[in-house]
Every structure is written in structure tokens, then in C-alpha cells.
Nanobody, 121 residues
Framework: QVQLLESGGGLVPAGGSLRLSCAAS????????MGWYRQAPGNQRELVAT???????NYADSVKGRFAISRDNAKNTVYLQMNSLKPEDTAVYYC???????????????WGQGTQVTVSS
């Protein structure tokens, strides 16, 4: 069984920083793409950033220059460094893994349970 567990969320003032972590557990050979999505109340879930196993990154325009995604393939862990946080960054942040290769097959998507990020004015 593969599970994703996020951590690092919390309450931070505007202009502050947080670092989110997501670790994939279980017997895993590799993960093709890992990423972060977020959903604010009343909004659709939106992509924040993704990173491939080779290190290629993709960011939403709203976070470019402020957020940085990275990963440790050996630990099946992805990170999101969030700097210069704004109140509009407030949301539940979800970890995502695509192309998860295990001894029992490959699954396109796994999702974490979410971690709350609240940025105060």
C-alpha cells in the first residue's frame, strides 16, 4: 500500500516562509512526477508546482519566484519551500504523485490528505 503524508503546514504572517514536506511510504521503485496542489474555500483545486524524477520543474504563475519545489528520489520525498507568503496563498495543500511504480504495478495518481497553510494579513 502506498501512502503520501504531508507535513509542515501552519500559520504564518504575510511575508513569512514555510517548508512543506511529503513522503511516500510503501514498497516503491520510483515515482515519475511529484507535485503540490492547493485548494482554498470555494475554489477549485489548482496546480502549484511539479517536479519530475529528472528534476524538471513547473510552477503556477502565481507562485513563480516565491516558491521552490525539490525532491529526494532516494527517500521518495518532495518539498515545497514557500517564501514571501501572501494571504491569497491560504489553502489546503495536497501532495500528488504520478506514475508510482511498485512490485504490484503502476498507478497514475496518489494524493495526500492535505496540510493547512494559513497566511495572516
Amino acid at each position: 500500500q502506498v501512502q503520501l503524508l504531508e507535513s509542515g503546514g501552519g500559520l504564518v504572517p504575510a511575508g513569512g516562509s514555510l517548508r512543506l514536506s511529503c513522503a511516500a511510504s510503501g514498497v516503491i521503485f520510483s515515482i515519475n512526477v511529484m507535485g503540490w496542489y492547493r485548494q482554498a474555500p470555494g475554489n477549485q483545486r489548482e496546480l502549484v508546482a511539479t517536479i519530475t524524477s529528472g528534476g524538471s520543474t513547473n510552477y503556477a504563475d502565481s507562485v513563480k519566484g516565491r516558491f521552490a519545489i525539490s525532491r529526494d528520489n532516494a527517500k521518495n520525498t518532495v518539498y515545497l519551500q514557500m517564501n514571501s507568503l501572501k494571504p491569497e496563498d491560504t489553502a489546503v495543500y495536497y501532495c500528488n504523485a504520478e506514475g508510482v511504480y511498485t512490485p504490484w504495478g503502476t498507478r497514475n495518481d496518489y494524493w495526500g490528505q492535505g496540510t493547512q497553510v494559513t497566511v495572516s494579513s
